[in-house]
């Protein structure tokens, strides 16, 4: 929570409060902009309520007889059990400083992606059905009743938002608007109106471990794909064991990972060092995704699906878990887990057997981040590299908004990058670290046909990006997120072509020394490596 | 006074006014945002107009025919709309308004040394030429953006079939889709 801010600090801020207009603009819902209804066998499968047939462009939207008192009846428990989104719908002063700190306001114009906007989208139905003022008032209160219009204003709007709490960095009293976003949703399943992007992955992961509902031999097949391109690429074949009980270490990593361009590249990666180090690790084909839809849908659901990994960790007996890059699933592990789950007693607290460093900021949660191990085992010096190998690579680094802001992960991937690659360029100051801009398709909301909307949320981080690919050449842009990996391809395609997207893990693979290795001509998605193409490694 | 003297001698304020009626294409409390704020990476939208519009102001004072140098400029700005909520002729309409603001101060500068109609003509003419290569352009933004949701599509297993690795990654391993059908299929 930020202190109460000095009368200096208030001068300071912009007094730009939303118009009092936008009650009387109308939701006007585009296509482009949202992602298709959930589909209820999917809500079915987790015991979700309300599970019905609808459509985004239909008038009505088929709600349940007793939408009113579900969803009133909802956010009243909740304001009882979360003191945080009591206090967030009571004290905002409308100053105005979170306005224009939101990417998808920047990307579209649209006064209703200006956080406080969006948060008085729920602020004043909280005024106009609980306050004694607003219910007398109304309007001049800024209160209003809750309508099935105003429901579809909820949704358009809570679905635009990533949850990324930019926003939240700048509002003097702490207020966190992603907080009111994550409440949001909670109250729209309440009626069943999730999206499928994010409950058919909530389901599958529920049901069979991942987002896509690879099945167990598919999983260890994916990634035996992985390890045939190992061999042609490196020259080593490498064989991991799968849910091999008594391993030290459970490694559990977004299962975009194993399946889709460019995060297995990540993944090929992953497997290179800890080949690489000796590790005493295991994968598992049911703690098969680390991802974690359930946190964009309720906290209980977030709940349920934080619990497998850890269930899996207690069955196969290991000490720790080494987690992968990923973005929200170290939000929940990092915030959330303890609260969920834990405390994780029956693992111990994570040391490095390559380093002996003990990892104390994961003593409760028992969870440690690859990139944290990568760059303690550099400082190290345990890993043997030759940075050359990446010279045609410049380089600039996406702070994932999880990881930076929920975490403080800010330090260690710059330092593994730096020690891989020759040529690394910071984006501007007012884009990077805690102010990183998302990537726009966080949250659940990297389908493709709400493309329009990623495309207007990404600008922002995408015009940063520009800067660098025309002042330095920058043609990589790395990140620690498995969304990031899938949805940042598409949105360089369109705003800075001639910009890839890779995981650090891969660039840290590809600089490896392995033991035993080939030529080492070519990178790890089989491309040459330029000025090795004739002479082999040196 | 030629026509592209006057532009020259009223540069800035044919911009502001460009910028501004831009500006206004989006509602009041935007307005002001996009206005104010001049950092280029805390306003992106503000700031990409913002520098786009001299060097299209500077081909518009050039002969017809190279109108095409404008192209990287108007891109700038077009690529931003082409995503948002305009109809196609409202998102390259910034580029007709320069017509009538040139107009109109021409229309109010003091006619002691007119700028010859002749010339407002030809200027209306290349106005028009740009706009043709904004909508050329508007449509290859729109084709990108359903390029780019195929190219994603194609990284999705269950294009294919459930569970099974990216088609993007087997087409470049040389497979066919008939290949990829009978390696698939978790069932
Ligand atoms: S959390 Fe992020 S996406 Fe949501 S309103 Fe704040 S800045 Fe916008
Ligand atoms: S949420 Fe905070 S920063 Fe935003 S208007 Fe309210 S008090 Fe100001």
Not at chain 1, 442 to 464: C, H, Q, T, V
Not at chain 1, 478 to 507: F, K, Q, T
Not at chain 2, 84 to 111: E, H, M
């Given at each position: 929570m930020a202190k109460e801010p000095t009368p200096k600090e208030m001068q300071r801020i912009?007094?730009?409060?939303?118009?009092?207009?936008w009650m009387d603009t109308p939701v006007n819902i585009k296509p482009g902009m949202y992602c298709y209804p959930a589909k209820p066998e999917k809500i079915m499968d987790v015991d979700m309520p309300n599970p019905h047939k609808w459509s985004v462009?239909?008038?009505?939207?088929?709600?349940?007889?007793?939408w009113k008192e579900t969803f009133l009846e909802g956010m009243r428990d909740r304001l009882n059990k979360h003191r945080s989104f009591k206090i967030f719908m009571d004290i905002?002063?409308?100053?105005?400083?979170?306005?224009?700190?939101c990417h998808f306001f920047l990307g579209s114009?649209?006064?209703?992606?200006?956080p406080v906007v969006r948060a008085e989208l729920l602020r004043s139905v909280y005024r106009g059905e609980f306050t004694k003022a607003g219910q007398i008032l109304g309007r001049l209160a800024g209160g209003r009743k809750l309508t099935p219009e105003v429901i579809k204003e909820l949704w358009y709007y809570f679905f635009q938002?990533?949850?990324?709490r930019r926003c939240s960095l700048f509002c003097p009293y702490g207020i966190d608007t992603a907080e009111v976003t994550i409440i949001g949703r909670e109250l729209l399943n309440l009626l069943g109106l999730n999206i499928n992007w994010i409950q058919e992955p909530v389901s599958n992961c529920y049901r069979i471990g991942n987002h896509l509902g690879l099945q167990p031999h598919t999983y260890k097949g994916n990634i035996e794909f992985l390890l045939d391109d190992i061999e042609t690429y490196v020259g080593i074949r490498i064989n991991p064991t799968f849910n091999?009980?008594?391993?030290e270490i459970l490694f559990a990593t977004p299962s975009g990972d194993v399946f889709a361009e460019p995060g297995i590249y990540t993944l090929m990666g992953y497997l290179m060092l800890f080949e690489h180090i000796g590790l005493d690790y295991t994968w598992s084909t049911y703690a098969?995704?680390?991802?974690?839809f359930g946190f964009f849908t309720s906290l209980e659901m977030a709940k349920r699906l934080n619990y497998k990994i850890y269930a899996e960790a207690k069955r196969l007996g290991v000490k720790w878990i080494l987690g992968g890059e990923c973005g929200h699933m170290w939000r929940v592990i990092h915030q959330y887990m303890d609260t969920f789950n834990?405390?994780?007693?029956?693992?111990?607290?994570?040391?490095?057997?390559?380093?002996?460093?003990?990892?104390e900021n994961a003593k409760s949660t028992k969870m440690v981040h690859i990139t944290e191990f990568t760059a303690d085992l550099i400082k190290h010096g345990k890993l043997k590299l030759d940075?050359?190998?990446?010279?045609h690579l410049k380089v600039t680094f996406h702070d994932s908004c999880n990881p930076a802001?929920?975490?403080?992960?800010?330090?260690e991937p710059r330092y593994v990058i730096k020690n891989v690659c020759n040529h690394f360029y910071e984006m501007p100051e007012n884009t990077i670290r805690e102010q990183t801009f998302c990537c726009g398709s966080g949250s659940g909301l990297n389908?493709?046909?709400n493309m329009e909307l990623r495309l207007r949320g990404g600008f922002p981080r995408a015009n940063a990006v520009r800067y660098v690919h025309e002042?330095?050449?920058?043609n990589v842009l790395a990140n620690v997120c498995a969304i990031d990996r899938a949805a940042l391809p598409a949105l360089m395609d369109y705003w800075v072509p001639g910009v890839a997207v890779a995981g650090i893990s891969e660039l840290v693979a590809n600089a490896l020394i392995m033991?035993?290795?080939?030529?080492?001509?070519?990178n790890l998605r089989g491309e040459d490596i330029p000025g090795r193409e004739e002479a082999g490694d040196v | 006074m030629n026509l592209s003297e006057f532009i020259k001698l009223n540069r800035d304020r044919i911009l502001d006014a460009w910028f501004l009626s831009i500006a206004n294409t989006y509602p009041a409390e935007t307005v002001k945002f996009l206005t104010e704020n001049r950092d280029k990476f805390t306003n992106p939208m503000g700031s990409t107009f913002r520098e786009a519009l001299p060097a299209i102001l500077n081909v518009l004072g050039g002969?017809?025919?190279?109108?095409?140098?404008a192209s990287s400029a108007v891109r700038d700005i077009v690529r931003v709309r082409a995503?948002?909520?305009?109809s196609p002729s409202s998102a390259v309409a910034p580029f007709y308004y320069i017509k009538g603001l040139v107009r109109k101060f021409v229309c109010d500068a003091?006619?002691?040394d007119p700028v010859p109609p002749k010339e407002l003509d030809a200027f209306d003419a290349r106005v028009n030429s740009l706009l043709f290569l904004a909508f050329d352009i508007y449509m290859e933004c729109r084709e990108t953006v359903w390029r780019v949701k195929y190219d994603e599509l194609m990284k999705?297993?269950?294009?294919?079939?459930?569970?099974?690795?990216c088609p993007s990654y087997l087409l470049k391993k040389g497979m066919s889709v008939d290949d990829m059908e009978k390696i698939g299929g978790a069932e």
């Amino acid at each position: 929570m930020a202190k109460e801010p000095t009368p200096k600090e208030m001068q300071r801020i912009d007094y730009n409060p939303p118009a009092p207009g936008w009650m009387d603009t109308p939701v006007n819902i585009k296509p482009g902009m949202y992602c298709y209804p959930a589909k209820p066998e999917k809500i079915m499968d987790v015991d979700m309520p309300n599970p019905h047939k609808w459509s985004v462009t239909d008038e009505d939207w088929h709600l349940p007889a007793d939408w009113k008192e579900t969803f009133l009846e909802g956010m009243r428990d909740r304001l009882n059990k979360h003191r945080s989104f009591k206090i967030f719908m009571d004290i905002c002063v409308r100053c105005g400083a979170c306005a224009d700190k939101c990417h998808f306001f920047l990307g579209s114009g649209d006064p209703k992606n200006m956080p406080v906007v969006r948060a008085e989208l729920l602020r004043s139905v909280y005024r106009g059905e609980f306050t004694k003022a607003g219910q007398i008032l109304g309007r001049l209160a800024g209160g209003r009743k809750l309508t099935p219009e105003v429901i579809k204003e909820l949704w358009y709007y809570f679905f635009q938002c990533t949850e990324c709490r930019r926003c939240s960095l700048f509002c003097p009293y702490g207020i966190d608007t992603a907080e009111v976003t994550i409440i949001g949703r909670e109250l729209l399943n309440l009626l069943g109106l999730n999206i499928n992007w994010i409950q058919e992955p909530v389901s599958n992961c529920y049901r069979i471990g991942n987002h896509l509902g690879l099945q167990p031999h598919t999983y260890k097949g994916n990634i035996e794909f992985l390890l045939d391109d190992i061999e042609t690429y490196v020259g080593i074949r490498i064989n991991p064991t799968f849910n091999r009980k008594g391993a030290e270490i459970l490694f559990a990593t977004p299962s975009g990972d194993v399946f889709a361009e460019p995060g297995i590249y990540t993944l090929m990666g992953y497997l290179m060092l800890f080949e690489h180090i000796g590790l005493d690790y295991t994968w598992s084909t049911y703690a098969s995704e680390t991802g974690n839809f359930g946190f964009f849908t309720s906290l209980e659901m977030a709940k349920r699906l934080n619990y497998k990994i850890y269930a899996e960790a207690k069955r196969l007996g290991v000490k720790w878990i080494l987690g992968g890059e990923c973005g929200h699933m170290w939000r929940v592990i990092h915030q959330y887990m303890d609260t969920f789950n834990g405390p994780a007693d029956f693992l111990e607290e994570p040391v490095s057997p390559i380093t002996g460093t003990k990892f104390e900021n994961a003593k409760s949660t028992k969870m440690v981040h690859i990139t944290e191990f990568t760059a303690d085992l550099i400082k190290h010096g345990k890993l043997k590299l030759d940075k050359s190998r990446n010279d045609h690579l410049k380089v600039t680094f996406h702070d994932s908004c999880n990881p930076a802001r929920a975490m403080g992960l800010l330090e260690e991937p710059r330092y593994v990058i730096k020690n891989v690659c020759n040529h690394f360029y910071e984006m501007p100051e007012n884009t990077i670290r805690e102010q990183t801009f998302c990537c726009g398709s966080g949250s659940g909301l990297n389908a493709s046909e709400n493309m329009e909307l990623r495309l207007r949320g990404g600008f922002p981080r995408a015009n940063a990006v520009r800067y660098v690919h025309e002042k330095h050449g920058v043609n990589v842009l790395a990140n620690v997120c498995a969304i990031d990996r899938a949805a940042l391809p598409a949105l360089m395609d369109y705003w800075v072509p001639g910009v890839a997207v890779a995981g650090i893990s891969e660039l840290v693979a590809n600089a490896l020394i392995m033991e035993g290795e080939g030529p080492r001509t070519q990178n790890l998605r089989g491309e040459d490596i330029p000025g090795r193409e004739e002479a082999g490694d040196v | 006074m030629n026509l592209s003297e006057f532009i020259k001698l009223n540069r800035d304020r044919i911009l502001d006014a460009w910028f501004l009626s831009i500006a206004n294409t989006y509602p009041a409390e935007t307005v002001k945002f996009l206005t104010e704020n001049r950092d280029k990476f805390t306003n992106p939208m503000g700031s990409t107009f913002r520098e786009a519009l001299p060097a299209i102001l500077n081909v518009l004072g050039g002969p017809e025919e190279e109108i095409a140098a404008a192209s990287s400029a108007v891109r700038d700005i077009v690529r931003v709309r082409a995503i948002q909520n305009f109809s196609p002729s409202s998102a390259v309409a910034p580029f007709y308004y320069i017509k009538g603001l040139v107009r109109k101060f021409v229309c109010d500068a003091t006619a002691k040394d007119p700028v010859p109609p002749k010339e407002l003509d030809a200027f209306d003419a290349r106005v028009n030429s740009l706009l043709f290569l904004a909508f050329d352009i508007y449509m290859e933004c729109r084709e990108t953006v359903w390029r780019v949701k195929y190219d994603e599509l194609m990284k999705r297993p269950f294009m294919v079939r459930e569970g099974v690795m990216c088609p993007s990654y087997l087409l470049k391993k040389g497979m066919s889709v008939d290949d990829m059908e009978k390696i698939g299929g978790a069932e």
